[in-house]
């Protein structure tokens, strides 16, 4: 049985929680691990290490649940996860067979072994609680400013990954000091703020049955009309658009040299399990991820501007000037 254990502050991640136990009992069990290789995991993912430690602990202080959902990145990583698949997930937060092996994860874990922390949080969390901590949604993949300051956050790597596990790191002890950067792209809060929606929407916000509004979304900017019938999503001029508005190197880290029709084929069957393709889409065309989740299928026929009501339906004569247009 723990004598204390630390109550985590809003959107604390896991592992700081931890530190900060650490810190306060000297006692460092909570933070070895078995196997190196899997600690990238347990920074930012749900192991057993909480059920180990909310066993420990006076019952109904803590539930896995709740920790897994609003302490570490499982809400993110799983959010385009079909919903069996998240609910399966979940069942087996408190099992003692808890899913700590999960491939895909791993994949992930092994390309993120670095904390990110804003200077300007640093100072209020050490003026409000007397202490800073890792912020949770600071740690999303593609987060690169503070939401709450408007400036860059930075980055901690650890040089050999054991570093997270040799003792506890909390922000204020590696902030470098060098200065704020409030500077940053004009894409990167309208980003921000889909990711974060990502990570804090209810569990359930997910891949809708049958239909995709985001692909609808991207549909009425991009539609292409290869014939009187066929239409098609204009995916060169969608893929220039990303280029300019994310650069080349983000645009071509998730879709590849061009875009390949399949792409959008594959948004819409939600066939993509990592969230960032959506994110990046939906930030770009504006569409809010309550709308990209949402029950009511964004774009019926009935519900059509008549602009693309026509084109989708031509008369004869709209067909001629159409395939005129297309020509020229
Ligand atoms: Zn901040």
Same mark, same amino acid.
């Given at each position: 049985?723990?004598?204390?254990?630390?109550?985590?502050?809003?959107?604390?991640?896991?592992?700081?929680?931890?530190?900060?136990?650490?810190?306060?009992?000297?006692?460092?069990?909570?933070?070895?691990?078995?196997?190196?290789?899997?600690?990238?995991?347990?920074?930012?993912?749900?192991?057993?290490?909480?059920?180990?430690?909310?066993?420990?602990?006076?019952?109904?202080?803590?539930?896995?649940?709740?920790?897994?959902?609003?302490?570490?990145?499982?809400?993110?990583?799983?959010?385009?996860?079909?919903?069996?698949?998240?609910?399966?997930?979940?069942?087996?937060?408190?099992?003692?067979?808890?899913?700590?092996?999960?491939?895909?994860?791993?994949?992930?874990?092994?390309?993120?072994?670095?904390?990110?922390?804003?200077?300007?949080?640093?100072?209020?969390?050490?003026?409000?609680?007397?202490?800073?901590?890792?912020?949770?949604?600071?740690?999303?993949?593609?987060?690169?400013?503070?939401?709450?300051?408007?400036?860059?956050?930075?980055?901690?790597?650890?040089?050999?990954?054991?570093?997270?596990?040799?003792?506890?790191?909390?922000?204020?002890?590696?902030?470098?000091?060098?200065?704020?950067?409030?500077?940053?792209?004009?894409?990167?809060?309208?980003?921000?703020?889909?990711?974060?929606?990502?990570?804090?929407?209810?569990?359930?916000?997910?891949?809708?049955?049958?239909?995709? %509004?985001?692909?609808?979304?991207? *549909?009425? #900017?991009?539609?292409?009309? +290869?014939?009187? =019938?066929?239409? @098609?999503?204009?995916?060169?001029?969608?893929?220039?658009?990303?280029?300019?508005?994310?650069?080349?190197?983000?645009?071509?880290?998730?879709?590849?040299?061009?875009?390949?029709?399949?792409?959008?084929?594959?948004?819409?069957?939600?066939?993509?399990?990592?969230?960032?393709?959506?994110?990046?889409?939906?930030?770009?065309?504006?569409?809010?991820?309550?709308?990209?989740?949402?029950? %009511?299928?964004?774009?019926?026929? *009935?519900? #059509?501007?008549?602009?693309? +009501?026509?084109? =989708?339906?031509? @008369?004869?004569?709209?067909?001629?000037?159409?395939?005129?247009?297309?020509?020229?």
């Amino acid at each position: 049985m723990l004598q204390y254990f630390p109550t985590p502050y809003p959107d604390e991640l896991w592992y700081s929680v931890m530190c900060r136990y650490y810190i306060r009992s000297g006692c460092e069990t909570l933070l070895t691990v078995k196997s190196r290789n899997h600690f990238p995991i347990r920074l930012f993912f749900p192991d057993s290490s909480i059920m180990e430690i909310v066993n420990q602990l006076p019952e109904g202080l803590f539930s896995v649940r709740d920790i897994a959902i609003n302490h570490t990145l499982f809400p993110y990583f799983s959010r385009m996860y079909p919903q069996e698949r998240k609910q399966e997930l979940i069942n087996g937060f408190s099992s003692s067979a808890m899913q700590t092996d999960n491939p895909e994860w791993r994949v992930i874990a092994r390309s993120m072994p670095k904390l990110k922390y804003c200077p300007d949080c640093i100072k209020a969390d050490q003026k409000r609680y007397g202490e800073s901590y890792w912020h949770r949604e600071h740690q999303i993949p593609y987060m690169s400013i503070c939401r709450k300051h408007g400036c860059r956050l930075k980055e901690h790597s650890c040089k050999l990954r054991q570093e997270f596990t040799e003792g506890p790191i909390l922000p204020e002890f590696i902030q470098d000091g060098t200065g704020t950067e409030y500077f940053t792209q004009p894409y990167e809060k309208t980003l921000a703020d889909v990711l974060y929606s990502y990570l804090t929407l209810p569990i359930d916000a997910g891949p809708t049955q049958g239909y995709s %509004n985001l692909f609808y979304g991207l *549909e009425q #900017e991009y539609q292409h009309i +290869r014939n009187s =019938r066929v239409i @098609t999503l204009d995916t060169h001029r969608l893929y220039a658009d990303l280029k300019s508005f994310y650069g080349e190197k983000i645009t071509r880290g998730f879709f590849g040299k061009s875009m390949p029709q399949y792409v959008p084929m594959k948004l819409r069957n939600w066939e993509f399990t990592t969230p960032e393709r959506y994110a990046l889409l939906a930030a770009m065309i504006g569409q809010a991820p309550e709308i990209t989740f949402g029950e %009511n299928q964004r774009i019926s026929h *009935e519900a #059509e501007s008549i602009r693309v +009501r026509e084109i =989708r339906f031509p @008369t004869m004569r709209q067909k001629a000037d159409l395939m005129k247009a297309v020509n020229i």
